[in-house]
């Protein structure tokens, strides 16, 4: 290999390196919980983790676990096969079935991970006489799908209802045949929730379809956990939901799309990332089942996660924290400046509290923040742990 390349792509890292935004990864002994296990340079920590997607507590789950160890001596270890080759098996299609009835759909079909779902949605569905307008805060997998496609792209202000309007309405005077509207149900860097009822209005009055990524969602916000247009009244008005079994519903991987028939069944002919990529492992899509069972009734863990982001949102306030206001368990703490958060971090993990600092380009220059996420897998000594340790790390800092 030539050494200018290499030289080149060192250069970069160094640039990463010297902007303060390198990424280093801390390794985890142990399942994914509440409280985890974290290799150090002096050995082994426990830790109170504040930052997985966990949020029913449902990664190490003990039913989950029995299923999918039981598919694994039913179905086997993995399918090597594309779907429509030969890696469709019964539990694929009982796993879609069990989406689509969740979420209230005709069907759904079934991808790695989300991010090949919103990387799959947009290009079979929709091409250059069309118009795709998605919320300026969507997840890198929507923005990233939205490119694949030939449709022309508008973008309005985050949550911003008169500038959804404004760009409806100039779809429509460039002659737009199809009209898709794209938001994450759950903002996952705010936490803010999508204003779904006016955006289904909205749509609704300039004649465009709506689709709603809720992998912030699905499992612990709405009736049954079944999501933002649940928790928001409009329930089908929304045509198309994506969503992910990586986070609440198990934790482990893969995604969705829920939709009409036609919809599903054009996608199964053309989607890409569905078309030229391996079939979900079988013990995923077992656990992944027994995970929406469990979830579709865990209204006590539910209440639980709802109990700790109160009081975890409540404890930091008080304490003095500036927090980005809500009610998801995404609880963000704002810092402001990238190399405080950094600082910040720091201190928690010396505390025993697992957290990650976010700033530029995650989010936007100078608004950079600890993003603290609530799980019932936390009991509620834990909250006392983690609002105790943020106080004490907060003002050796002078934050406080
Ligand atoms: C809003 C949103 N969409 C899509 C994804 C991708 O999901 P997956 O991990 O299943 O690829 C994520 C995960 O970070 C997300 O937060």
């Given at each position: 290999m030539s050494q200018d390349f290499l030289s080149h792509i060192s250069s970069v890292l160094k640039g990463i390196e010297a902007d303060g935004l390198y990424k280093r990864e801390r390794e985890i002994t142990g399942p994914q919980s509440g409280r985890i296990k974290v290799k150090g340079a002096s050995g082994e920590r426990q830790m109170v983790n504040l930052?997985?997607?966990n949020y029913l507590g449902l990664a190490d789950n003990a039913d989950i676990r029995k299923a999918a160890a039981a598919a694994l001596d039913?179905?086997?270890?993995?399918?090597?096969?594309v779907r429509f080759i030969c890696g469709t098996q019964t539990l694929h299609r009982e796993l879609e079935h069990a989406i689509a009835d969740y979420l209230g759909k005709d069907d759904a079909i079934l991808f790695a991970a989300c991010f090949d779902a919103n990387g799959a949605l947009f290009e079979p569905l929709l091409g250059a006489e069309d118009a795709i307008i998605s919320d300026s805060l969507n997840h890198a997998s929507i923005i990233d799908g939205v490119r694949l496609s030939k449709a022309k792209r508008f973008r309005y202000a985050q949550g911003d209802m008169d500038d959804l309007e404004t760009q409806l309405k100039q779809a429509a005077a460039d002659g737009a045949r199809f009209k898709l509207v794209v938001t994450d149900g759950v903002f996952s860097m705010d936490g803010h929730i999508a204003k779904l009822k006016q955006i289904c209005d909205l749509a609704e009055r300039y004649g465009a379809i709506v689709a709603v990524d809720d992998c912030h969602a699905t499992g612990h916000i709405g009736d049954e956990g079944r999501g933002t247009p649940d928790l928001t009244g409009v329930g089908s008005r929304v045509d198309i939901v994506t969503g992910t079994?990586?986070?609440?519903?198990?934790?482990?991987m893969g995604g969705f799309i829920a939709a009409s028939q036609p919809i599903i069944d054009l996608l199964r002919q053309r989607a890409r990332p569905y078309l030229f990529s391996n079939s979900l492992a079988p013990a995923v899509a077992a656990g992944s089942l027994k995970a929406i069972e469990i979830a579709r009734a865990a209204d006590d863990l539910r209440t639980k996660l709802g109990r700790h982001t109160t009081r975890f949102r409540e404890g930091l306030t008080q304490a003095g924290f500036t927090l980005l206001p809500g009610e998801t368990p995404i609880i963000p703490v704002m810092l402001g400046d990238a190399v405080l958060a950094q600082r910040m971090a720091k201190a928690l993990d010396e505390r025993g509290v697992y957290v990650a600092g976010f700033f530029y380009p995650v989010v936007p220059q100078g608004k950079a923040r600890i993003r603290t996420q609530m799980s019932a897998a936390l009991d509620d000594q834990d909250i006392t742990f983690a609002i105790d340790a943020f106080a004490d790390a907060g003002k050796s800092l002078g934050i406080i």
């Open positions: 930052c997985a997607n039913e179905f086997g270890f993995g399918m090597a096969s079994l990586g986070k609440t519903l198990g934790g482990a």
